[in-house]
């Protein structure tokens, strides 16, 4: 098992460009973005994994069977989960790479290069560290 966050990489690239930031808040998102599994207890996440049945969805726990509800996570993780959370429309590689260029300052060149090299609308979290360390 191996925990992973991104939060500290985010962290790295110093402060988002404020279109970016805007679009994170109004998805409700923005506290996820500072959130560290790695500075978990992981022998507690360990213990609970290993007690998780797949078959009910719950953990099974010596006091008897726990399930995580919606209202713990948004209680936990202070999400709203009441209506629509997001709906993605489909990006063609030349919108991605207009957004690229716009939001985080990218020439059209760097933007289009990484998408060619991840076969379509995506870009590598490293790609966005070269980047940010290069200016």
């Known amino acids: 098992m191996k925990l992973s966050s991104h939060g500290r990489k985010v962290q790295k690239f110093g402060r988002p460009v404020a279109e970016i930031e805007g679009l994170v808040s109004t998805t409700g998102l923005r506290s996820l973005v500072a959130c560290s599994l790695d500075t ?3 022998g507690l996440i360990f213990a609970f994994v290993e007690s998780w049945h797949k078959k009910t969805s719950s953990f099974h726990l010596l006091v008897g069977e726990v399930t995580i509800t919606l209202d713990d996570v948004a209680s936990l993780l202070h ?6 959370f997001h709906s993605f429309n489909t990006l063609h590689v030349d919108e991605a790479v207009l957004l690229l260029v716009e939001l985080l300052k990218v020439t059209g060149d760097e933007a289009r290069a990484e ?3 991840c076969h379509g609308a995506y870009v590598r979290l490293s790609w966005l560290q070269e980047i940010y360390h290069s200016k």
Request: charged residues 15%; hydrophobic residues 50%; neutral net charge.
């Open 40 to 42: 978990g207890d992981r």
């Open 115 to 117: 998408a060619v090299q």
């Open 79 to 84: 999400l709203s989960i009441i209506g629509a």
